[in-house]
C-alpha cells in the first residue's frame, strides 16, 4: 500500500529535515522550511517507478547496470566523446560538444536568450540528423515554431511551400507539455539524443503535494531527470531561472545534481552575450563562449568584431585592457566617472566589474595616488556587457577613475594592465606574452604593465612601459585632446 511521507524542506538551500524548525540547520535561513508529503510506494522509490516505465520495453540496452564495487585499476577508461552541437561557441564553454548521459543547467536572466540559443543548438544537431526533444514548458509549441522561423528561415522555406515536405529539421521534435511523466513517455517515444526541458522551473510531477515552480517540485523534478539521463545516456538541458541577484533560482542543491553548469550573461540592452561554464565534470570551466544577438537569432561573435578601435580617440575615464577569458585574450574598455557627491555618503556603483575590488581601488588611489575621492561618487563599467573578473584589470580602472577625475587621457593606442597591490605597487600577471600579443595583433602601439615583466616579454613588437607603482602609472595621464581646450 502507498505510504505517505512528511518532510520539510528548506526553501533557500532545498535542504531536506523531518520536522520543522524556525531556522533551517543547514544554510541557516530563518522561517524558510515548508511542509510537503509524498507517497512512496512500497518496493521502491517514485524514480525508479519512472525509469522503469522506460526500460519496460527494450531488450537491455536502457537497463540499469548491477552495480559492483570493484578495484580502482580495473575500471575502464574511455576517452569522454564529446559530441560538438555545431555552434563553435557554446562547444568551446562544453569542453567540445554535450557527453551522452550528461545533465547540463543552462541559467540566466529572463530574455537574455537561453530559448533562442537552444533552439539554435537544437537546430544545428538536427541538421546532423542527431534526434533532439526540444520541450517547451513555457512557450506554446506555436511560438516555438515562430521563432525557429526567424532562426532557420532557409531551412523551414520547403515545408511553407508545400505541407509534409521534407526538411532539415525533420529531426527536431517540439513537445509543449510540463507534466514530467508525459514528457519522460514521449522522450521514449521519440528516443532522442539530447532532450532540452525550457525551463526546469515550469515542469511539475503530479503525485507530489507541492505547487510546480516550488523547490519540492524542482528538486524532484531535477532528481529523476538526471537519473533518467544516466540510465539512457540521453543528453538532458535544463533550462533554469536566476533571481534577481543573479542566482539559479531554486536552491542550489540543482547546481550539486546536474554535471555541468551555464549561465548565460550580459546586458539585455547590449546585443553582447556571454557563455560562461561555472562547473563542468567533463572540462574546463575557464572557456567563456561569446555571442551577438541579432535579428536572426544568435550570432557566433569572432573576436575581432567586438573591438576598440586603437585609433579612436580616447576620452578621459576610458582605458583598454587585455582580458584573458579561457583561452583567449580579449581586449576590453573599462570606463569611470567622477562626479561630486556627498562626504561620507559617496556612491561607488559597479556595472561588469568586481564592487568589493572597486572600494579598495579607490582606498589605493586615496593613499598612494594622491586622489581625493572621499566627497566623488565613482561609477565604473565594461563596456559592450562584458565582465572583467580578472584583478589582472585593476590598474587599467586605476587609470580609468584617476583619468575621469582630473580629465586626462591616456594616449590612443594604449593598453594597459597590472593587478594593484594594497601598498600601491603594480603586481604581476599571468600570460603576459599572450596579451601583449593580443595587443600588438589589434594594432595598439603601446602596453602599460608592471615593470618585472617587460624581460618576460620577447620580441614584444609593441612599446612596452613598465611601471612599479600607482604614482608612476598616473604619470602616464595626459591633458589630451580634451584638456587642451
Ligand atoms: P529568449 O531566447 O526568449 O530569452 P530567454 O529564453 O532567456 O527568456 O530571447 C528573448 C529576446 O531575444 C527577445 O527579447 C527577443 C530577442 N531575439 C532577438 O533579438 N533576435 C532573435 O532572432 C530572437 C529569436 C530573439
Ligand atoms: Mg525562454
Known sequence: MAKTVIHYLCNACGGVQSRWMGKCPDCGAWDSLDKFSESREKGGSAIQGLVEIWAGDDS????????????????????????PTGIGELDRVLGGGFVAGSVILLGGEPGIGKSTLLLQAAGSMAKKQDRVLYVTSEESAYQTRLRARRLF?????????????????????????????????????????????DSIQMVYKSDLEAAPGSVAQIRRCCMELVFLAKATGMTIVLVGHVTKDGQLAGPKMLEHLVDVVLTFEGDRHHSHRVVRGTKNRYGTTMEVGLFEMTGRGLCELTDASMLPDPSAVTLPG????PAI???RCLLLEVQALTATGFLGSAKRRSSGLDANRLAMLIAVLEKHGGLRLADQDVFVSAVGGIKVVEPAADLALCLAIAGAHYSKVIDPGTAVVG?????GEIRSVHQVEQRVREVKRRGFGRIILPENLIRAVE???VELQGVRTISEALEALSAGPHGKR
Open 60 to 83: 537491455g540496452d536502457h537497463q540499469l547496470e548491477k552495480a559492483k564495487a570493484i578495484p580502482l585499476p580495473d575500471i575502464k577508461t574511455a576517452d569522454i566523446d564529446h559530441h
Open 153 to 197: 528561415e532557409d531551412a523551414l522555406d520547403e515545408v511553407e511551400k508545400e505541407e509534409g515536405a521534407k526538411t532539415a529539421l525533420d529531426d527536431l521534435y517540439v513537445l509543449a507539455d510540463t507534466n514530467l511523466a508525459r514528457i519522460i513517455e514521449q522522450a521514449r517515444t521519440v528516443q532522442p539524443r539530447v532532450m532540452v526541458i
Open 318 to 321: 576610458s582605458v583598454i585592457c
Open 325 to 327: 577569458h579561457g583561452t
Open 419 to 423: 593587478e594593484v597591490g594594497l601598498g
Open 459 to 461: 620580441q614584444p613588437g
